[in-house]
């Protein structure tokens, strides 16, 4: 199995740009989260959905859209790309959101300009 | 979801145990302890979790002291491939988040 798959793996773009960071889980997991990690320090959750259909905002939504239209795919969607978006972007799913065993994807490195 | 408090690093020798603390005194009776860690800048991985019952599994044990006020992850053997950041995380199953705090960087020496 392929598990938590994401893509790209590096991007660069350039103030107010948009892009769409795809995570694709092959695994039947209902929960899938977005974590951004700055450099030095602990993981921020952005997004999550519990199911196909149902998203919610973590800790740090704000620049950010999410979806949920099939339980496989859940993209992350940078609208207009700020400096301060510049991180490691990582994917996760786990069978449901009662699990807490998390599996995460390699992570996506994106710079703004 | 309870906070944790963990030291920012931690040393150890090759072949030695790891014992790495987590404080969680604001933890309640339904908090689950998960353990993570984070080689390199890779995607976090999942280790173990307990809910008052010591727990082992093949990567590692968790203690859970009878207050549950604080644990101990223990890595009995542990290699040059276990240098990580290990995240102690405390969560209410029915809640649907799992917050990191700062972790503990483990560094093994030789």
């Known amino acids: 199995n392929a598990g938590v798959t994401q893509t790209p793996k590096f991007q660069v773009l350039k103030t107010g740009q948009s892009m769409t960071l795809q995570c694709a889980q092959d695994?039947?997991?209902?929960?899938m989260s977005w974590y951004r990690q700055d450099p030095g320090m602990g993981l921020r959750l952005i997004h999550y959905?519990?199911?196909?259909?149902?998203?919610d905002q973590g800790e740090v939504p704000n620049g950010y859209n999410v979806s949920r239209s099939t339980t496989e795919d859940f993209p992350l969607r940078l609208l207009s790309a700020a400096p301060s978006q510049t991180s490691v972007y990582f994917c996760?799913?786990?069978?449901?959101?009662?699990?807490?065993?998390?599996?995460f994807g390699e992570g996506s490195r994106l710079t703004v300009l | 979801d309870a906070k944790t408090t963990q030291p920012p690093s931690m040393d150890c020798a090759e072949g030695r145990a790891a014992n790495l603390p987590c404080n969680h005194s604001?933890?309640?009776?339904?908090?689950?302890v998960y353990w993570y860690r984070q080689i390199h800048s890779q995607g976090p991985q999942y280790i173990i979790h307990?809910?008052?019952n010591n727990e082992t599994n093949e990567m590692a044990s968790l203690i859970i002291t009878e207050d549950r006020k604080s644990s101990t992850l223990i890595l009995p053997h542990a290699t040059l491939r276990d240098t990580a950041v290990y995240y102690c995380?405390?969560?209410?199953?029915?809640?649907?988040?799992?917050?990191f705090g700062e972790g503990t960087q483990l560094t093994v020496n030789p």
């Open positions: 996760a799913s786990m069978t449901g959101f009662k699990s807490g065993e998390l599996f």
């Open positions: 695994m039947n997991h209902e929960y």
């Open positions: 959905s519990v199911g196909a259909g149902i998203t």
């Open positions: 604001t933890i309640s009776g339904n908090e689950y």
């Open positions: 307990g809910l008052k």
């Open positions: 995380i405390v969560r209410d199953p029915s809640g649907s988040r799992l917050t």
